[in-house]
């Protein structure tokens, strides 16, 4: 009888363990993106960044963190053809008054805070790095069996982007561009 015991005391402790395993789940990059809207007095622009490398952590099945790193090369402009200013918006993004992609040519976020808020919605909490200034974020965040996804809005003017900030520069008339820009993230792994 005491070996019975012993016996059903290492398997609840076996599958305890077992149950409670951390898990990590990389993202799949080539089908994991950021989309982003920028907007201004005048109009918008849309487009895509590629992921480099992501991953969400788990533990016992629930959100525990996560952290991500996006190629600033890749920004794409999306809503205007090639030789309508497709090609000149896109430089215009990565030039040093924007993005400045040369010497920055990746951000990162990384999660700090996870909490769950109901079913597998999760607010997070994240210090994210553009033009290697980093800056807390949060967003809410969704996770299905293969996939994340998340909206939020980022202002440009924290991470010293200024290009016709009508809270930086008076005077500009129609030419403001808003300072905050919209992402929405879709993670696929």
Do not use: C
């Amino acid at each position: 009888m005491k070996n019975l015991k012993t016996i059903a005391i290492a398997l609840v402790l076996t599958l305890g363990t077992i149950t409670t395993k951390a898990q990590d789940k990389k993202i799949n990059t080539s089908k994991s993106q950021v989309e982003w809207v920028g907007k201004k007095v005048t109009g918008e622009h849309s487009g895509v960044i590629s992921f480099k490398e992501g991953v969400l952590n788990f533990k016992s099945g629930k959100l525990t963190g996560g952290s991500f790193t996006v190629d600033m090369t890749s920004i794409e402009v999306t809503d205007l053809k090639a030789g309508e200013g497709k090609e000149k918006l896109e430089g215009h993004l990565k030039a040093t008054d924007f993005f400045g992609t040369d010497a920055h040519k990746e951000a990162t976020l990384v999660f700090t805070s996870v909490k769950a808020t109901g079913g597998n919605k999760y607010a997070v909490i994240a210090n994210l790095t553009i033009k290697g200034i980093t800056k807390p974020v949060t967003f809410d965040l969704t996770v299905a069996k293969n996939s994340a996804t998340t909206e939020f809005k980022v202002d440009r003017t924290k991470y010293g982007i200024e290009y016709n900030s009508g809270s930086i520069f008076d005077g500009l008339g129609d030419k403001v561009i808003y300072d905050d820009f919209e992402l929405t993230v879709n993670l696929q792994f």
